[in-house]
């Protein structure tokens, strides 16, 4: 798989099977992740990864959260407003996702609760010495895990849903005060059985986006 089939090829899975996703192989993408450049090579990212008891134990969390209406405190704060075209792509994302789903669009608030029923969930955390701009690392890191995994025939969902209550992935998984809890990536076999897996985003014109001058 060529790196331009696994960026075409690569969506986001909302429904996933129950399959284990062995440690070897979870091990294997985060070391080859590691590759990713960052700024004078600091490498700021650390990850935590949870399956099987533990991260039952943290779905059983964030369902004890969302049962109490417990408010969500991300350690990176969400945007105070979105720019009105990105307001306009997510308003969009509902009608999409049913047309391409038809009712098993009305899964998503349930399973977006649960990590998407995934068997493992990388955690990317990093350390509050560092500035925004080292955001832009992990992001660059968090993209060479989804499209790895894509070649390894798994699926991803980069996902805020799964960062929502840091307090519970600290407790769960021994995350350290000093770290930031930035992004949760549900990891495991897409159940393409699912209607749900039928959806498929849209993309901005390139028109809209590269301004290209010699």
């Given at each position: 798989?060529?790196?331009?089939e696994?960026?075409?090829?690569?969506k986001?899975?909302?429904?996933y099977k129950p399959?284990?996703?062995?440690?070897?192989v979870?091990s294997?993408i985060?070391?080859k992740a590691?590759r990713?450049p960052?700024w004078?090579?600091?490498q700021?990212w650390e990850?935590f990864?949870?399956?099987?008891?533990?991260?039952e134990?943290?779905r059983?969390g964030?369902a004890?959260c969302?049962?109490?209406?417990?408010?969500?405190?991300?350690?990176?704060?969400r945007?105070?407003?979105?720019?009105q075209a990105?307001?306009e792509?997510?308003?969009?994302?509902?009608p999409?996702?049913?047309r391409?789903?038809g009712?098993?669009?009305?899964?998503?608030?349930?399973?977006?609760?649960?990590?998407f029923?995934?068997?493992?969930?990388?955690?990317l955390c990093?350390?509050?010495?560092y500035?925004q701009w080292s955001?832009?690392d992990l992001?660059?890191?968090a993209q060479?895990?989804?499209?790895?995994?894509q070649?390894?025939?798994?699926?991803?969902?980069?996902?805020?849903?799964?960062?929502m209550?840091?307090?519970?992935l600290?407790?769960?998984?021994?995350?350290?005060d000093?770290?930031?809890i930035?992004?949760?990536?549900?990891?495991?076999y897409?159940?393409?059985?699912n209607g749900?897996?039928?959806?498929?985003?849209?993309r901005?014109p390139?028109s809209?986006?590269v301004k290209?001058?010699f």
């Amino acid at each position: 798989m060529t790196v331009s089939e696994a960026i075409a090829t690569r969506k986001s899975i909302r429904a996933y099977k129950p399959d284990a996703v062995d440690e070897s192989v979870l091990s294997e993408i985060i070391e080859k992740a590691a590759r990713t450049p960052s700024w004078a090579n600091t490498q700021p990212w650390e990850v935590f990864i949870a399956g099987g008891a533990t991260l039952e134990l943290i779905r059983q969390g964030y369902a004890d959260c969302y049962k109490n209406a417990v408010k969500s405190v991300t350690d990176i704060p969400r945007p105070a407003d979105w720019p009105q075209a990105a307001r306009e792509r997510t308003m969009q994302l509902r009608p999409d996702m049913v047309r391409d789903c038809g009712d098993a669009a009305d899964q998503f608030g349930e399973m977006n609760q649960k990590m998407f029923n995934a068997p493992a969930v990388i955690f990317l955390c990093l350390d509050k010495g560092y500035s925004q701009w080292s955001l832009y690392d992990l992001g660059a890191f968090a993209q060479s895990i989804v499209l790895l995994a894509q070649e390894a025939g798994l699926a991803t969902i980069p996902a805020i849903t799964s960062v929502m209550y840091p307090d519970v992935l600290r407790s769960q998984l021994g995350i350290p005060d000093n770290l930031n809890i930035a992004l949760g990536i549900p990891i495991g076999y897409a159940d393409m059985g699912n209607g749900i897996n039928n959806f498929h985003s849209a993309r901005k014109p390139l028109s809209e986006t590269v301004k290209i001058l010699f």
